[in-house]
């Protein structure tokens, strides 16, 4: 898929300048940088969703776990201990 984009001279300038003395390709100094940022935003996209649908079930459910009891398993998960995710309660 061919895509075009619009640049101002001086943006095209720096971005040639870029290239040369980095020894790449316009191309590869743009692409680079849009699959990075399109690879962070669909993963943020899919936290996104994740935690909608963890909301949804929430709602349909009741179950849920409180701050407090969270923070002390990632504690010990952290620590390096084989702790087991805490029982949701409705």
Known sequence: MATSLKLDEAMKAA????????????????????????????????????????WEAYEQTGLHMTGEEADAWLAK????????????RG
């Open 15 to 54: 971005v040639r300048h870029l290239a040369a003395i980095r020894d790449r390709s316009v191309h590869r100094v743009i692409r680079e940088p849009a699959s990075e940022y399109v690879g962070r935003e669909e993963k943020r996209e899919a936290f996104r969703q994740a935690g909608l649908r963890a």
């Open 77 to 88: 998960l952290e620590a390096g201990e084989d702790a087991k995710i805490p029982s949701c």
